[in-house]
């Protein structure tokens, strides 16, 4: 073949140096024909795969991003067809991409791209990749290639892919990949051994910032499964206090479920998103580990509500006459409180020798206690003391009462 293409003059060989003179000139348009040429007149792999790389490249030298990106996307086929290793189809894949980035009007589809991509990460099993592709493009997932990519998100993780035995989305996908779709669907359906979700007992309940409440977390297993890891993922909103965790790796058989229970407490008022419940398990006489990540559970946090203690202890300093009465206020709530005031009420026969009937105190922290003393005396034209009670209120503002307390001094 090749003696009677030098014959008619189209010998590839000499079109593919023709091509790397003009490149070398930097005459990239030039080098881009050539190369192109060559690799439609190479009978060899290596040659064909050695002139489509060159003649991409010369296009992408050229700013010819949409040839670039169609020569690119002839090389992700070549590259999977030939078996070669992921990481030569990966880099396929980025420059694809990178020259649908660029151009004005391009030719194909990222998303299909991408989805190609997507299929090579889950047939390798390499779920941080996976979880990296979707987190980072999920807003821009709207053509029939990105909704493929969602939908095979959600099957990843649900349960009824295994039950159902559910495939891939049914997409035209190129004929080079059938083989790597099913051994991702053979992976899809490993990952839906495992079933989690979070759930709150109460619905719709409303947690008060700084107060401890439970979450459950529900294992079903539909295969016997060894789950080795379980970490809740709580955001910054709140904190995790204690669980239940199983003692590891949790052996489950088919059908069995296993609960687990979280103690937290939200740090801040508003929506907080607890989750998801990220477990790995093995599967028996397998190697390696799937994961299985939960539902979100949304929790609704409001204010802590002030709350005070207000309490009185007295010391008798003179017989019948004075009293030395110490005031201590605690901040029992979940939040500060700030511009308390205590006012005393005063029974007749009783006047204050040192102190005031109003106290304010700038602030008091969670768990904070403050005390202060007032000294009181009977009245001297008092001839016989039965007793007086003494009453104090504590108050936030000008009327919102938080506590009340009283005490009894003197008395024969």
Request: a negative charge.
């Amino acid at each position: 073949m090749s003696f009677i293409r030098r014959i008619l003059g189209v010998d590839p060989q000499t079109n593919f140096e023709k091509g790397r003179s003009a490149f070398e000139k930097n005459n990239f348009k030039a080098a881009h024909k050539m190369f192109q040429k060559a690799y439609q007149q190479f009978d060899t792999k290596e040659m064909k795969l050695l002139a489509l790389d060159n003649a991409a490249l010369s296009a992408e030298k050229a700013k010819m991003y949409e040839n670039a990106s169609e020569l690119y996307y002839q090389q992700i086929l070549r590259v999977t067809a030939e078996r070669k290793s992921n990481r030569e189809i990966f880099q396929s894949i980025d420059r694809t991409l990178q020259m649908i980035r660029s151009s004005k009007k391009p030719k194909i589809a990222s998303n299909k791209i991408k989805y190609l991509q997507f299929l090579i990460y889950l047939s390798e099993k390499n779920f941080e990749k996976l979880s990296s592709i979707y987190d980072s493009n999920k807003r821009s997932l709207e053509d029939s290639y990105g909704k493929a990519i969602k939908l095979a998100w959600t099957l990843i993780h649900s349960s009824e892919t295994f039950v159902e035995h559910e495939p891939l989305p049914t997409i035209a996908i190129p004929e080079e990949f059938v083989e790597i779709k099913k051994k991702a669907e053979e992976i899809m359906q490993r990952c839906s051994l495992c079933q989690s979700e979070v759930f709150i007992g109460e619905k719709n309940q409303i947690i008060e910032k700084g107060s401890e409440f439970l979450l459950s977390a529900a294992l079903t297993a539909h295969a016997p499964i060894s789950v080795n890891t379980v970490f809740l993922k709580t955001g910054s909103q709140g904190r995790l206090i204690s669980a239940t965790t199983p003692e590891l790796p949790l052996k489950l058989s088919t059908g069995e479920n296993y609960t687990i229970n979280f103690a937290l407490i939200p740090n801040l008022p508003g929506s907080w998103q607890v989750g998801p419940l990220m477990i790995t398990y093995s599967i028996p006489n397998e190697e390696g580990e799937y994961p299985s990540n939960s539902n979100l559970y949304t929790i609704e946090a409001k204010d802590a509500e002030p709350a005070m203690n207000l309490r009185m202890e007295s010391e008798m300093i003179e017989e019948d006459l004075e009293y030395m009465v110490t005031f201590f206020v605690e901040n029992i709530g979940k939040i500060s409180i700030q511009n308390i005031k205590i006012k005393i009420e005063l029974p007749e026969g009783v006047s204050i020798s040192q102190g005031t009937e109003e106290k304010l105190i700038s602030s008091l922290a969670e768990g904070e206690t403050f005390s202060f003393e007032n000294t009181f005396k009977f009245d001297l034209e008092q001839t016989h003391f039965d007793g007086r009670v003494i009453k104090a209120d504590c108050y936030i503002g000008e009327n919102h009462r938080l506590a009340k307390s009283s005490i009894k001094i003197g008395g024969k």
